[in-house]
């Protein structure tokens, strides 16, 4: 079963009238499913809000389990890295975080490493740089040493594109649905729910994508 942005749109309307929380405007949704997208995503990937004191690590975090990986599998993607003489390349335009970094030739891992190890890998005897780059995460793109790799190989997570329920007036100022200029969603349908779940959290409708998931179920049902 796929799910448009429409479906999503006349699914939170549906859910809002139920619990009398008035109406949901189309550039409301489009704002808030948004910021929903932006959040669920950021919760994937692993908050900075979830980590605690003495804790490395946030209660979900990418790459922590198979279950949440596939979850944005429709986000990674591979991207050829042009490296300058200094050893930077930037980041790919709607870069969000690396999934796994390559040598060009042969798939050799190109190990992450912080900057305060900069020294410590750089120096070293037991593995050469020469022999096992490395690379560093700056703010507008990599790091690598040796500086002469020339290129690399990047597996990264995407930013998703975000779902816009465009709309023409009809002549009585009603908003229409526009299929055409709509941005579609690329979530997977029980991710699709979560962000539902939290778009109508926004609004004042306490809800569980468990629960949103039962109003979908409804509604399909009513419609056959």
Do not use: C
């Not at 999503?8 to 808030?32: E, T």
């Not at 929903?36 to 692993?46: A, H, I, K, Q």
Request: charged share 15%; hydrophobic share 35%; no cysteine.
């Amino acid at each position: 079963m796929n799910i448009s942005v429409d479906d999503l749109y006349n699914l939170a309307q549906d859910i809002i009238n139920k619990n009398q929380n008035g109406y949901l405007s189309p550039d409301q949704f489009n704002l808030y499913i948004k910021q929903s997208e932006v959040s669920f995503l950021d919760y994937l990937l692993g908050e900075f809000q979830q980590y605690q004191y003495q804790r490395s690590q946030p209660r979900v975090r990418y790459s922590q389990n198979e279950v949440i990986r596939q979850r944005l599998t429709p986000f990674i993607y591979g991207y050829n890295l042009h490296i300058d003489s200094t050893g930077f390349a930037p980041y790919p335009a709607d870069y969000q975080i690396v999934d796994a970094m390559w040598s060009y030739y042969g798939y050799k891992k190109i190990k992450y490493v912080q900057q305060d190890s900069l020294a410590s890998y750089y120096n070293s005897r037991i593995d050469p740089i020469q022999t096992n780059p490395i690379y560093l995460v700056e703010q507008d793109g990599f790091r690598f040493y040796p500086n002469e790799l020339g290129m690399s190989k990047l597996s990264y997570v995407q930013t998703p594109s975000p779902m816009y329920w465009a709309y023409t007036l009809d002549a009585n100022g009603r908003p229409v649905y526009d299929p055409i200029n709509s941005i579609q969603p690329q979530w997977y349908i029980t991710d699709l729910f979560e962000i539902l779940a939290r778009l109508l959290r926004m609004v004042g409708v306490s809800i569980q994508a468990n629960e949103v998931s039962m109003y979908a179920n409804e509604i399909t049902q009513k419609g056959q």
